[in-house]
């Protein structure tokens, strides 16, 4: 079984969701392809060997940095036939979503996004994938020839194999087809880490009471090496920008770790963390909804707890 996995690239390094979807694909037995695309230094991709790829096809095409998926797309479906690979693997990510699809109306294939097991080939092809915001859990059977996996962000543990892998320039080409759509402007959030790539997450909510306590979330953050996040109300009343908005309707987090500071945990806000490995909720009142969902709960004053865990932290670190 010949086996392709798309890698995504930010800012001149291999992703780690996109290690991930190697490793996840290593598990599945056969050969492991990688494809990357754009501006890329080739000892970066090689590296890609040493978690399950035997091969990396680059296309080093100045048209593919702009991140295009009809063009990500067109490039996945070439590199599928020329290696005749009959599965795809990648991330499930915002740009990951929109290529898969592509792919798997191109190939005819049938397509699983948000998985968190290597499939079940003992009776056909079943894949296990996570719904309704990682409350439940479906088996899917993909019957057709073709498949596209869409992994989800920590469900594939990266693990090193001490392999190499060989780069390839696979060239492509183009059409204005490709480019019907058009990016003409890219605004980034900025920050040391941001929300949506984080393994490790610090949220804060109204019992900070006032966007001028916030230093103190920053600073456990910091000495964490962690980003952060607030609940739905901060963002609402202009404590924090709206991109660190953590929930249903703003952005959806899978890290390692999610502490929430001062947040009771309504149910829109479990729905953007409860993808995460582990939940610690550190709030004075101890009927608040969010213990239920904790892996570990403080009851107390943050003002005090929260002070003391970074000063803990620092120590252990120094």
């Known amino acids: 079984m010949s086996i392709l996995v798309f890698v995504e690239i930010a800012e001149g390094k291999v992703k780690k969701t996109s290690l991930e979807a190697v490793a996840y694909a290593n598990g599945m037995g056969g050969e ?16 890609m060997g040493n978690y399950g790829a035997g091969k990396v096809l680059h296309a080093n095409n100045a048209q593919l940095n702009d991140r295009v998926s009809a063009a990500y797309a067109s490039v996945l479906v070439g590199a599928m036939d020329h290696i005749g690979a009959n599965t795809l693997v990648l991330a499930n990510s915002s740009l990951g979503g ?33 719904i309704y915001t990682g409350k439940a859990f479906a ?27 060989s780069v390839e320039v696979f060239d492509v080409t183009l059409s204005d087809d490709d480019f019907k759509v058009k990016i003409i402007s890219t605004d980034k959030t900025t920050g040391v880490i941001l929300l949506p790539e984080a393994e490790l997450v610090v949220s804060g909510g109204r019992g ?13 953050a910091k ?14 009343m202009d404590w924090r920008p709206h991109h660190e908005h953590v929930g249903q309707t703003g952005v959806k987090v899978s890290p390692n770790l999610y502490i929430a ?3 009771s945990g309504a149910i829109q806000h479990l729905a953007g963390v409860n993808s ?8 004075k009142d101890e009927e608040a909804p969010f213990f239920k969902a904790a ?13 003391k865990l970074t000063e803990a932290i620092k120590a252990a670190n120094s």
């Open 208 to 220: 900070l009471k006032g966007p001028e306590n916030w230093g103190m979330i920053e600073d456990l």
């Open 139 to 165: 088996t899917v059977s993909m019957d057709k020839d073709n498949k596209v996996l869409a992994i989800k962000k920590n469900a594939a543990e990266v693990k090193e194999t001490g392999g190499s892998a």
């Open 98 to 130: 929109s290529v898969s699809a592509k792919v798997a109306i191109r190939k005819d294939a049938s397509l699983v996004s948000n998985v968190v097991e290597l499939p079940d080939t003992s009776a056909g092809f079943h894949v296990k994938r996570s």
């Open 223 to 236: 000495a964490l090496g962690a980003a952060t996040g607030c609940s739905k109300p901060v963002s609402d």
């Open 32 to 47: 492991v392809t990688a494809i990357a695309m754009g501006e890329v230094d080739s000892a970066e991709l090689s590296g």
């Open 295 to 307: 892996d570990y709960g403080i009851v107390g004053d943050a003002f005090e707890i929260v002070p």
């Open 276 to 283: 995460s490995k582990y939940i610690v909720v550190i709030n």
């Open 261 to 263: 500071v001062g947040i």
